[in-house]
């Protein structure tokens, strides 16, 4: 089986094509923006042009652009190809990645939205041990349990609390396969992270 596998969520783009499990070929670059014009280039460099019989998506949290290109090519090549579309979340794999250079639980933590912090806790099997939040540096750091963490902003919440070992890592669709398989998903919605800013005006009698 050929899974090709897409993270345009953060400001790393990324797709990799692999074959029964193992890499084939695949690209990240730290772009940023501008993932709607790289994306697609970077899949048609892959071998046979990425086309592939599944396809593994990055759901967020991260960029609101980012998450909804990454879904939206996935959708799209998924029908071209009558191909399967699987999703996963992005700070999964942070801590997935993560947990090959270290083992042993981790604090993932990225760049949310309105000055405050993605952040999430992983057991040893790489496995969430809650929800993740969006939080302020301040209470990020006392929700971070582990002492290793990972992340975009992994060094400031390790500076702010005063101990542990960062991993400024970011998402790579070539590490695909470190994740565990249970938090691969059918549902393809966008893993926001926080309520949408902007709400339908109250109805009045």
């Keep these: 089986m050929l899974t090709l596998a897409i993270d345009s969520a953060t400001e790393a783009c990324s797709a990799a094509l692999f074959e029964d499990g193992h890499l084939l070929q695949g690209t990240c670059e730290t772009i940023g923006r ?22 593994v998506v990055s759901l967020g949290p991260g960029s609101f652009t980012g998450v909804r290109i990454g879904l939206a090519t996935a959708r799209a090549l998924g029908l071209a190809w009558n191909a399967e579309v699987l999703g996963y979340p992005t700070l999964a794999l942070i801590a997935a990645m993560a947990q090959r250079q270290k083992d042993g639980p981790v604090t993932v933590c990225t760049t949310g939205g309105h000055g405050e912090w993605f952040v999430q806790n992983f057991d040893g099997s790489g496995l969430p041990e809650e929800a993740l939040v969006s939080l302020p540096p301040d209470n990020a750091a006392s929700f971070a349990r582990h002492q290793s963490v990972a992340g975009n902003q992994s060094e400031r919440l390790v500076e702010l609390r005063g101990d542990g070992d960062a991993l400024p890592i970011l998402p790579d669709a070539r590490s695909l396969m470190l994740l565990p398989t249970s938090l691969f998903t059918s549902t393809l919605a966008p893993l926001y992270g926080r309520p949408p800013d902007a709400r339908l005006p109250s109805r009045t009698a």
Excluded at 34 to 55: N, Q, S, T, Y
Aim: glycine share 14%.
């Design 34 to 55: 501008g993932h709607v014009e790289r994306l697609v280039p970077m899949i048609a460099a892959l071998p046979g042009k990425g086309r592939a019989d599944r396809l």
